[in-house]
């Protein structure tokens, strides 16, 4: 558990909101081609394209006016630019799987871009970036921001099998070095993430993660224990995207020390490594704000 | 909100307040409307029903909240919010500063708690009166749903109205888990109730497939959405039946402009939309323009025409 | 209803009365079950819960008789049926020489009017007991739903119990449009019912945006379908959580073998699929196969070792 | 209102049942084309084709699993032979317009053949059909029929405009004769159907009818009031259409003499003309079976 006793010591500051609102759109389904086991979709969505930035995500409205789905659907922008937002899903229930049926030509009702982007990195500093399954796809953009900004860049993209990889050949484009881990072995190496992270962590001085949250976890505990920022993109359980339910909350510490529910739709995705409280996750602790009120007082 | 290309009048009031669009945000689902803004002009939705407050800040409830549910989703968040104090301090500013009217939600365990909130809004800028939260069945213990009980309902509205600001109509949110919706609603009205906001979620549960429990930390959760609509009618109707003069707020399920036009029709003076705005973050202005498109197909020159017409 | 590959024990009861399959049709989803024949083999449904039955033939109210709703419909059929005389002379018999088991749904307006059904159906070949709809908020006047009032409903229940055949067991049928259903099972439990059949409709309203009026004729009906399944799900968990001993018939929107797991999780040992069969005239065979894979998948020997795991 | 006191000098007898049960498929959608106003959909429906009788319908779930709309929806049968049923869908609200954006490849699951099939002619006489908009595709099986079996055919197709007739080129390769009439005067007659039956009934044996409720009400009467026995397929709002919902009934005659609230799905559609009480549906009348329980009696 991260130290909340004041805010000590904290390697990250949270980070800042995104330059641009988001917009509503309606968009023509332009591209669609599997990629493994996901769905990459290409989106004619030009407003949204301009104003993206890694790190942030689209929420996709499902089935029309007769679906039985009512809540949006947040995943992540793989590339935005020239006018055109692309997606990779991965058909994980309902919304998503009838997000990868679209066809081109289908229209989509999408709100976006959502959330906080990734921070900039430390002058100078050399950057990690680790991708879990389709969470590689999200950094994509950022390798490009900051091989172009002149930090060097290290990938590691791990997933469960190499069906479950994603975006690994255009990050090799990008990345100086990109190291590929399989849980099973069938691509790159075998085992979790932390084979490749934990080499590579030495030459990093910030390391930038998305995927599944255990992988966030160690990832983050890793590169805190080395004194080195991190900054997650995490995956809560999201109604809105937007900010207004409440649903998407996990407790994270804020620069006054303090724990909070924190909402991933908009205070996140992307928190501090160090700020967000893992092992708290689905929990209510005595020292989250609030936790009084709701009876959880220190034992 | 673009201005909509009908004559309609579509002002309306909340007690005695006019109000410029009978279309509102629901309590608690469109959070305090900042989040709104990018979406909606906020200074023309009717008003902005704020998340329930309470006098402390509060963390609510751990995750999982939610789950997705046929045509609606079951809730469990606990009632997270800032407390009064950040609510006066922060959110109010900022919604009057925009023009924005404030219809603000209060909660709480005890009587004493509700008027002392009350109390706090009295005069505060920007506020245009109080919706009582009487029956979240989100809290903590299903003991602290007043809203099933005719007498403890009345308690907290008396109270209330006595504590607030005279210039601040106090509207009773309902709860429809109760065998006699109207006798709760004859009991508010008779304690002082200027308005009727109904309804509240319905008490849900969900199990998970995978891990064999309840899907919410707090086993049951509040269910919204288009698959209430029918429940939430059927309580304005009843109660507007039984209780014609009194106004009432009315949603559940509310996502295009003929669903509200039902709500009308049925005896609500104005409507929130709750859940849709999370399908759709415009759905507030946008049901305010498919409602005065449909007013004006049917010839009503004025909303208030049609509030109640289904009972004539 | 082909035989499931899997090796779970799907055998459950009614009362003291074994059945093969969990899974039956709901009260007036699937009229005398003569139509389903073309679909569903209806030897193998655990039982044919018959379309609620009166002493005398009953036209039903006029049309519009339903709406449908946002995963769910309303309707307003009024209890069409031939009567009791009709029930015996021709659905029963049909049923018994095909090998289906009835469980006969009774209504009435009268407490001695169940008593006499009760009677009548004493010993009749392949009737396996009898479902008390004590909660039909379709019939002429809200007054009728004993189901709402713990004193009518027991009453109705102990004296069907002293009439019925002792070999039948007893389910009262509750309805969900009631402050504290928790309160009621526990009093038709304690006047004599085997078993509890919940959950009926919710009572509910629907406006057509062309006529501005009430669709259904009875101005209000009964809401079914996916929609309220989280309100059909809590019901079974509260009941089942206060009274572990009393068996249920779980139903509302159960649609698929994981809707029927999760009310075999909250405490249901048999339920009945409604108006998913409108959707899917083979529902009641799907979901029993489904359910049955969803239990192997689980781990589970046996569909009574599943019941009420949610709350272990 | 039509004579109820026993069934004499009754026309018509009930249509009997179909000789095959229905059936229940996920057929794929092989054909598509708009007509007119409305589209056909053409179905690879083996087992359906071969046991479809005109007359008949087929009921569709709409939209699938993750679907708001839970019922079925009745199309009549237009076309039913070599392996493939066809069905003209006018796009009225949320689920028949959701059938009408189906394209080729797609799956539908699709229940049929539904209902009683239109009797068979009385030997020797010369039938006249009657179709009002999309009314006219259900007739197309039964000239066919019909003209096979020896009887002269003419047809009567109307519409409110020239873009809502339908199946007029089928039905004019089959039939003696066919009247086009149009309230609007854009195609054939100006006027509604009864300009053309009127003149026609002269020399029919049987009516048979398939349109909009006023105009089956015209036609029975016409048909009635010159001693013509007339069958028309009604169309009344049914929640499942295979008969166990009892949403979908109208008060009908039996041979009995007596009113019955009957199911238009497993009784129907197809009923005799003489038998249904036009004047009465949608109300309760003292007079059918079961009113007096309901609390209305003879006043
Ligand atoms: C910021 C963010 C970025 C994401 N990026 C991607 C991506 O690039 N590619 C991809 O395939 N998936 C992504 N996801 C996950 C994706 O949102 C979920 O897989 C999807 O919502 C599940 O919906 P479903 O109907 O398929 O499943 P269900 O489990 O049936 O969903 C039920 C409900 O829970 C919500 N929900 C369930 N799981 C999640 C989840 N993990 N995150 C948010 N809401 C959830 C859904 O919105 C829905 O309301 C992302 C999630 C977040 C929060
Ligand atoms: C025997 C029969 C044959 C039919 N043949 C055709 C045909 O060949 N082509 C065609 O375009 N339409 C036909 N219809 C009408 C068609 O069924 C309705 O237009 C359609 O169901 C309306 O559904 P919706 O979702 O578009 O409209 P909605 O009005 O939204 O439907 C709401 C509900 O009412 C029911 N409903 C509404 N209108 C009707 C109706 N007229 N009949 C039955 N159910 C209704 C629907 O099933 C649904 O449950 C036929 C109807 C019947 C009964
Ligand atoms: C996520 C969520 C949070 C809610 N929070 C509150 C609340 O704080 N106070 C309150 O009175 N109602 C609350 N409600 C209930 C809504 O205000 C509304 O009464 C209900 O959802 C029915 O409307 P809908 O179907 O349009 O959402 C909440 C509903 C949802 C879905
Ligand atoms: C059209 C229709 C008719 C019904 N008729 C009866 C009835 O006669 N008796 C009864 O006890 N319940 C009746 N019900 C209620 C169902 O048996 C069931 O309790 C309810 O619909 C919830 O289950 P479902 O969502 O699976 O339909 C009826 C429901 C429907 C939709
Ligand atoms: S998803 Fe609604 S507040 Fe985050
Ligand atoms: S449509 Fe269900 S009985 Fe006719």
């Given at each position: 558990?991260?130290?909340?006793?004041?805010?000590?010591?904290?390697?990250?500051?949270?980070?800042?909101?995104?330059?641009?609102?988001?917009?509503?759109?309606?968009?023509?389904?332009?591209?669609r081609?599997?990629?493994?086991?996901?769905?990459?979709?290409?989106?004619?969505a030009?407003?949204?394209?301009e104003r993206?930035e890694?790190?942030?995500?689209?929420?996709?409205?499902?089935?029309?006016d007769t679906?039985?789905?009512?809540?949006?659907?947040?995943?992540?922008?793989?590339a935005?630019?020239?006018?055109?937002?692309?997606?990779?899903?991965?058909?994980?229930?309902?919304?998503?799987t009838?997000?990868?049926?679209?066809?081109?030509?289908d229209?989509?009702?999408?709100?976006?871009?959502?959330?906080r982007?990734?921070?900039?990195?430390?002058?100078?500093a050399?950057?990690?970036?680790?991708?879990?399954?389709?969470g590689a796809?999200?950094l994509?953009?950022?390798?490009a921001?900051l091989?172009?900004q002149?930090?060097g860049?290290?990938?590691?993209?791990g997933?469960a099998?190499?069906d479950?990889?994603?975006?690994?050949a255009?990050?090799?484009?990008?990345?100086?070095?990109?190291?590929?881990?399989?849980?099973?072995?069938?691509?790159?190496?075998?085992?979790?993430?932390?084979?490749?992270?934990?080499?590579?962590l030495?030459?990093?001085?910030?390391?930038?993660?998305?995927?599944?949250m255990?992988?966030?976890?160690?990832?983050a505990?890793?590169?805190?224990?080395?004194?080195?920022?991190?900054?997650?993109a995490?995956?809560?359980?999201?109604a809105c995207g937007?900010?207004v339910?409440m649903?998407c909350?996990?407790?994270?510490?804020?620069?006054?020390?303090?724990?909070?529910?924190?909402?991933?739709?908009t205070?996140g995705p992307?928190?501090?490594?160090?700020?967000?409280?893992?092992?708290?996750?689905?929990?209510?602790?005595w020292?989250?704000?609030?936790?009084?009120?709701?009876g959880?007082?220190?034992? | 909100?673009?201005?909509v290309?009908?004559?309609v009048?579509m002002?309306?009031?909340?007690?005695?307040?006019?109000?410029?669009?009978?279309?509102?945000?629901?309590?608690?689902?469109s959070a305090?409307?900042q989040?709104?803004?990018?979406f909606?002009?906020?200074?023309?939705?009717?008003?902005?029903?704020?998340?329930?407050?309470?006098?402390?800040p509060?963390?609510g409830?751990?995750?999982?909240?939610?789950?997705?549910?046929p045509?609606?989703m079951?809730?469990?968040i606990?009632?997270?919010?800032?407390g009064?104090?950040?609510?006066?301090?922060?959110?109010?500013p900022?919604?009057?500063?925009?023009?924005?009217?404030a219809?603000v939600?209060?909660?709480?365990?005890?009587?004493?708690?509700f008027?002392?909130?009350?109390?706090?809004?009295?005069?505060?800028?920007g506020?245009?009166?109080?919706?009582?939260?009487?029956s979240?069945?989100?809290?903590?213990s299903?003991?602290?749903?007043?809203?099933c009980d005719?007498?403890?309902?009345s308690?907290?509205i008396?109270?209330?109205?006595?504590?607030?600001?005279?210039?601040?109509?106090?509207?009773?949110?309902?709860?429809?888990?109760?065998?006699?919706?109207?006798?709760?609603?004859?009991?508010?009205?008779e304690?002082?109730a200027?308005?009727?906001?109904?309804?509240?979620?319905?008490?849900?549960?969900?199990?998970?497939?995978?891990?064999m429990?309840p899907v919410?930390?707090?086993i049951?959760g509040g269910?919204?959405g288009?698959?209430?609509?029918?429940?939430?009618?059927?309580?304005?109707?009843?109660?507007?039946?039984?209780?014609?003069?009194v106004p009432?707020?009315?949603?559940?399920?509310?996502r295009s402009?003929?669903?509200?036009?039902?709500f009308?029709?049925a005896?609500?003076?104005?409507v929130?939309v709750?859940t849709a705005?999370?399908?759709?973050?415009s759905?507030?202005a946008?049901?305010?323009e498919?409602?005065?498109?449909a007013?004006?197909?049917?010839?009503?020159a004025s909303?208030?025409?049609?509030?109640?017409?289904a009972?004539?």
């Open positions: 558990m991260t130290d909340h006793d004041g805010d000590v010591g904290r390697l990250t500051s949270p980070a800042p909101r995104a330059a641009h609102p988001p917009v509503q759109r309606t968009v023509e389904v332009i591209g081609r599997p990629v493994n086991a996901y769905v990459e979709l290409t989106l004619a030009s407003d949204m394209a993206a890694p790190g942030q995500f689209v929420a996709f409205a499902i089935g029309g679906s039985a789905l009512l809540l949006r659907r947040s995943i992540a922008i793989s935005a630019g020239d006018g055109v937002v692309s997606v990779v899903v991965s058909a994980a229930g309902p919304g998503s009838w997000l990868t049926q679209r066809r081109v030509g229209a989509v009702d999408v709100v976006g871009p959502l959330g982007p990734f921070p900039a990195a430390p002058a100078g050399r950057a990690l970036l680790v991708g879990g399954g389709y796809a999200a994509v953009g950022l390798a921001r091989t172009a002149g930090h860049v290290d990938v590691v993209a997933a099998s190499a479950r990889l994603c975006s690994v255009e990050l090799q484009g990008i990345a100086d070095r990109v190291e590929v881990t399989t849980d099973d072995g069938s691509a790159g190496r075998p085992g979790r993430v932390t084979v490749a992270v934990d080499e590579l030495a030459g990093a001085g910030v390391v930038y993660a998305c995927g599944p255990p992988m966030l976890r160690t990832v505990d890793a590169a805190s224990a080395r004194g080195i920022p991190s900054y997650v995490v995956e809560e359980s999201m937007i900010g339910c649903t909350v996990l407790p994270v510490v804020g620069e006054d020390g303090r724990t909070r529910f924190s909402r991933s739709c205070e992307v928190f501090g490594g160090d700020r967000v409280r893992f092992a708290d996750v689905g929990a209510l602790t020292d989250v704000v609030g936790a009084d009120a709701m959880v007082v220190q034992p | 909100m673009s201005t290309e009908t004559a009048d002002r309306t009031s909340l007690g005695a307040v006019e109000i410029p669009s009978p279309v509102l945000t629901a309590s608690g689902c305090f409307g989040e709104l803004e990018p909606v002009d906020l200074a023309a939705v009717g008003a902005l029903v704020t998340k329930s407050v309470q006098l402390r509060r963390s409830r751990p995750t999982p909240r939610m789950a997705e549910t045509s609606g079951l809730n469990s606990g009632l997270q919010g800032p009064i104090d950040g609510l006066l301090a922060d959110e109010l900022w919604l009057a500063e925009r023009g924005a009217r219809f939600s209060i909660a709480g365990t005890r009587v004493e708690d008027a002392e909130l009350a109390v706090r809004l009295r005069g505060v800028p506020v245009l009166g109080l919706e009582v939260n009487i979240c069945p989100n809290v903590e299903r003991g602290e749903v007043f809203a005719p007498v403890a309902a308690d907290v008396a109270a209330v109205r006595e504590a607030a600001d005279p210039a601040h109509p106090v509207y009773a949110k309902l709860s429809p888990d109760v065998t006699d919706i109207v006798g709760v609603a004859r009991a508010v009205a304690s002082g200027d308005g009727l906001s109904m309804i509240n979620t319905l008490l849900g549960l969900v199990i998970d497939p995978d891990t429990r919410l930390g707090g049951t269910l919204s288009p698959a209430i609509r029918p429940v939430a009618l059927r309580c304005v109707w009843q109660v507007h039946q039984a209780l014609p003069g009432i707020l009315g949603m559940g399920g509310i402009g003929l669903d509200a036009l039902q009308v029709l005896g609500a003076s104005a929130s709750g705005v999370f399908n759709d973050p759905a507030v946008r049901v305010h498919e409602l005065a498109v007013l004006a197909e049917r010839g009503f909303l208030t025409e049609a509030v109640g017409y009972h004539r």
